[in-house]
C-alpha cells in the first residue's frame, strides 16, 4: 500500500486575527513573495520561500479582506472593509494610492501588464482603475449580481472573472463591452477563483466541490467532492499535476489532480483554513487560517513512517517556525542580492 505524505510546515507568526487571503508574486530577480490580508486590518509581506516577514502595510482602518502583487512585486494591491483600495509601494511600505469606495472591498487583482487595477465588493460593481492615472475616475463595468467575493482576469487582460458571496456561478465579462459573455454554473456560492499559471484552468471552489474548468471554452474538465465545505483551492503551476484544497475542516488536503487520489493530509492549523496558494515553482504552498497564522508546506514531504520515527525521536512534535528556523541559521552568512536587501530593510522600516 502507498504511503501518504505528511509535511512538517514553516511556520509565520504576525497576524492578530484571521487571515483571509494569501496571493504570491510571480518569481523575480530577486526571488517570489508572499503577501497576506487580515482581519487585523495590516496586510503582510514575506518571503515566498522561507515564509520570512519582511514588512508590514500600515493605513487601513478595518478588515483587510483581499491582497495580491504585481508581476515585479514592487508594488501591492489592499481591498477592506474601510471602504478604500490601497495601491502600496512594496520596497518603502507607503501608500502610493487610495482608491474610495462606498462598501467595503472584498476582492483585487492587478492586471497581467500591471497598469489597471481591478476591484469588486458588497457594492456590486466591478471598477477598473488606470494606475498611470490614479485620480481619473475608474470605470464601472456592468452591475454584477450579488455582492463581489472573488476577482481575477485571463486572456491577456481581455476577460475578467467575478464570483459572489451570495449566489453561485462564475461570470467572465468582456473588458471591452463591459458585458457578460458566458456564465459558470455551480450549485453552490463560489468561494475561491484561480486562473492557472499557464491560463489553461480556472480553479473553482464551491460548497463542498473543487472543480476544474476550461479557460478558453469554459467547459467542465473536472470536478471533485471533497470530505468538507472548501473554502479555497489551488492547482499546481509547474506540472498541474496536483491541487490543493482546504476548508472547514481545519486540514490542507493535496490530491493528484487527473485521479482525485488524496496525497497528502496536513494537519496543524487550529481553525477554519480560509485561503490556499501554491507558490510559482510549485515546490510549495501556503494556508492562511482563522488562527491567524500562515503555514508553508513543502510538496515534497515526509512519509508517515518518516515522519513516526521523527516523532519517536523527538524531531516532529512540533511545527517548524520561522523562528526556530531562524535561530538555527544565526551562524550562517547568507549571501543577498542588494535589491533583496533594499526591499527587506526599505520595508520593514517604513
Known amino acids: 500500500m502507498e504511503k501518504k505524505k505528511v509535511a512538517v510546515p514553516l511556520v509565520c507568526h504576525g497576524h ?61 494591491a489592499s481591498g477592506s472593509a474601510d471602504f478604500t483600495a490601497k495601491i502600496w509601494d512594496a520596497l518603502t511600505g507607503d501608500v502610493l494610492h487610495s482608491f474610495d469606495h462606498k462598501h467595503i472591498v472584498r476582492a483585487c487583482a492587478f492586471s497581467e501588464d500591471t497598469h489597471l487595477l ?26 454584477s449580481p450579488g455582492s463581489i467575493r472573488t476577482v481575477a482576469w485571463l486572456h491577456s487582460d481581455q476577460t475578467i472573472l467575478s464570483s459572489c458571496s451570495d449566489i453561485g456561478g462564475v461570470r467572465l465579462w468582456d473588458v471591452r463591452s463591459g458585458k457578460i459573455v458566458h456564465t459558470i454554473e455551480t450549485n453552490s456560492p463560489v468561494t475561491s477563483t484561480e486562473v492557472s499559471q499557464d491560463g489553461r484552468y480556472i480553479t473553482t471552489a464551491d460548497g463542498s466541490t473543487v472543480k476544474f474548468w476550461d479557460a478558453n471554452h469554459f467547459g467542465l474538465v473536472k470536478s471533485y467532492d471533497m470530505s468538507c465545505t472548501v473554502e479555497s483551492a489551488s492547482l499546481e503551476p509547474k506540472h498541474g499535476n496536483k491541487f490543493v ?34 507558490a510559482p515553482g510549485g515546490e510549495s504552498y501556503a494556508s492562511g487560517s482563522e488562527d491567524g497564522t500562515i503555514r508553508i508546506w513543502h510538496t515534497g514531504s515526509s512519509t508517515h513512517e518518516e515522519s513516526d520515527s521523527a516523532l519517536a525521536n523527538g524531531l516532529g512534535g512540533k511545527d517548524k517556525s520561522v523562528d526556530e528556523v531562524t535561530d538555527k541559521m544565526e551562524h550562517v552568512e547568507i549571501a543577498k542580492d542588494e535589491k533583496t536587501e533594499e526591499k527587506i530593510e526599505a520595508t520593514a522600516n517604513a
Not at 504570491?24 to 515564509?51: C, Q, W
Request: glycine share 10%; net charge negative.
Open 16 to 76: 492578530s486575527r484571521p487571515v483571509v487571503d494569501l496571493s504570491y508574486s510571480p518569481v523575480t530577480p530577486d526571488g517570489y513573495f508572499l503577501i497576506s490580508a487580515s482581519k487585523d486590518s495590516t496586510p503582510m509581506l514575506r518571503n515566498g520561500e522561507t515564509g520570512d516577514w519582511i514588512g508590514t502595510f500600515e493605513g487601513h482602518k478595518g478588515a483587510v479582506w483581499s491582497c495580491c502583487l504585481d508581476k515585479p512585486a514592487l508594488r501591492a
Open 118 to 143: 481591478f476591484t469588486g465588493g458588497f457594492e456590486k460593481i466591478l471598477r477598473i482603475f488606470d494606475l498611470n492615472r490614479p485620480d481619473a475616475s475608474p470605470r464601472e463595468v456592468d452591475k
Open 245 to 278: 484544497a482546504a476548508g472547514e475542516d481545519m486540514w490542507i488536503r493535496l490530491f493528484d489532480f487527473h485521479t482525485g487520489q488524496e496525497i497528502a493530509c496536513n494537519k496543524g492549523h487550529h481553525g477554519p483554513v480560509h485561503c490556499v496558494r501554491f
